[in-house]
């Protein structure tokens, strides 16, 4: 892992991006993308030979770092055996892939349906939530990300949502708990809890119970912050999805596969979903790929009736393989218990320290390597850094902490006015260390914009 300086080439790799390709959630030409030459682990290195700690896990999928040996070699196996085969037939590498899954999601979510990504398996789990009840309504919570495609962005409670915003997707927004950011004037957790359970079955009753369909929570949101919901929410909701004959759907794309020191986050609640949908770390994004893992009851609507959806990729032979050697990986080399660990002895109280060191730190939340650093401006009045969606001038203080982060060699996460500190669940006590230095000095640029 020694990154080779090349200039020349990098300059070629950013000018032939720069021509033709169309970045996502992007202004075109306002953007200046870093040209990446290698990957290994938990760091990545640029043309120029300088190499990044990655507290991003890219988008928070390569659970077990980049460019896993084993893994690696189970693609090129597969590649060699067989690259692809059409998803209606029975082959090895999807069989297993879906028998490790089901083996480890919560209850009797034993039927795996293979998609391409995240956002269609939200679009799969709405679907079959609809046609399982006959109901046309979903509720989902305003501070939550579920995918770029119509139906998940519609879902989706960011401003992401708002320019594809039909409003005739059939979505219901709610608030979900934030203590931090209350709606419901609360002061503890079990107030936070209680009142969030009371507005979420009210919104029921005034939208109609029979006409809700399903309910969609990210089990810990992830891109919308890390929020960790207070104990008894989860079950709540689940209590409420019964009394009304409501699916309940569990996003786990982010959260699931080790990410929160769990296989998945639901474990943490001991809650079980009617659906829950998976991607990013399933097998760290080596090649695409997501699902929705499916109760008995749901499944059981579909055993004489077809299921009026699929995919061309659906379970694609090189992205199964992955998935079976990541899962592998992950259970021999007790990367999901890396996570646990190093997430309550290192990460939870060196971030607590750090916010009793910088104002800029209005709080600290998070499990295993999951975790958010809420940046403000004020830590009594709890004003953002930076107003929400900031976009620009607005956005400096934002911008500059994140470049003073990679000047220190540290690749961070950020979105509106947080920091996630999301390394690779495989990430080691020396890199966590390194990686919490050079934030600590970049919050000290944060600092400079605090009253």
Same mark, same amino acid.
């Given at each position: 892992m020694t990154p080779q300086p090349n200039p020349e080439a990098g300059a070629a790799v950013k000018a032939a991006d720069r021509d033709h390709v169309f970045h996502s959630w992007s202004a075109q030409e306002l953007i200046d993308p870093l040209a990446v030459a290698g990957a290994e682990g938990s760091y990545f290195w640029d043309y120029d030979g300088r190499r990044y700690l990655d507290f991003s896990s890219g988008l928070v999928y390569t659970n077990i770092g980049y460019q896993h040996p084993r893994v690696v070699a189970a693609i090129q196996e597969q590649a060699a055996k067989m690259t692809t085969f059409a998803p209606a037939f029975a082959i090895e590498a999807r069989s297993e892939a879906a028998r490790l899954i089901a083996e480890r999601t919560p209850?009797?979510?034993?039927?795996?349906?293979?998609?391409?990504? !995240?956002?269609?398996? &939200?679009?799969? *789990?709405?679907?079959?939530?609809?046609?399982? %009840? !006959?109901?046309?309504? &979903?509720?989902? *919570?305003?501070r939550s990300?579920?995918?770029? %495609?119509?139906?998940?962005?519609?879902?989706t409670g960011d401003p992401r949502r708002w320019a594809s915003d039909s409003g005739t997707?059939?979505?219901?927004?709610?608030?979900?708990?934030?203590?931090?950011?209350?709606?419901?004037?609360?002061?503890?957790?079990e107030q936070e809890c209680a009142r969030a359970l009371e507005h979420l079955e009210t919104t029921i009753a005034f939208e109609g119970p029979s006409t809700v369909a399903a309910i969609i929570l990210e089990t810990i949101p992830g891109t919308a912050g890390i929020m960790v919901p207070p104990p008894g929410y989860l079950a709540g909701v689940r209590e409420l999805c019964d009394k009304y004959g409501i699916v309940f759907v569990l996003?786990?794309?982010?959260?699931?596969?080790?990410?929160?020191?769990?296989?998945?986050?639901?474990?943490l609640f001991g809650v079980t979903p009617d659906l829950l949908t998976f991607a990013k770390g399933v097998n760290s994004g080596y090649v695409p790929l997501g699902g929705v893992a499916i109760s008995g009851a749901i499944a059981e609507t579909f055993g004489k009736r077809p299921y009026p959806g699929g995919l061309t990729y659906s379970g694609h032979p090189l992205a199964c393989a992955a998935a079976v050697e990541t899962i592998n990986v992950m259970a021999q080399e007790g990367v999901v218990e890396n996570a646990a660990r190093l997430g309550a002895s290192v990460v939870g109280p060196q971030l607590r320290a750090l916010a009793a060191r910088h104002p800029s730190v209005g709080e600290v939340r998070g499990v295993g390597m999951f975790w958010a650093l809420e940046l403000v401006r004020d830590r009594e009045t709890r004003e953002p850094l930076v107003p929400y969606n900031a976009a620009g001038e607005a956005n400096a203080p934002m911008a500059a902490f994140a470049a003073a982060a990679k000047d220190s060699g540290l690749w961070p996460f950020v979105n509106m006015n947080r920091t996630h500190v999301v390394p690779p669940c495989t990430v080691t006590e020396a890199e966590l260390k390194e990686g919490l230095a050079a934030l600590d000095a970049a919050l000290s640029v944060a600092d400079e914009y605090t009253q």
């Open positions: 209850g009797d979510l034993d039927k795996i349906f293979f998609t391409n990504g !995240g956002a269609d398996a &939200v679009e799969h *789990a709405i679907r079959m939530a609809r046609l399982h %009840t !006959g109901r046309p309504k &979903v509720l989902s *919570a305003y990300y579920h995918g770029g %495609t119509q139906q998940a962005v519609n879902i997707a059939g979505v219901v927004h709610f608030w979900a708990p934030y203590l931090y950011r209350s709606r419901f004037y609360a002061e503890t957790e996003d786990e794309v982010m959260a699931g596969f080790g990410r929160t020191g769990e296989w998945f986050a639901a474990d």
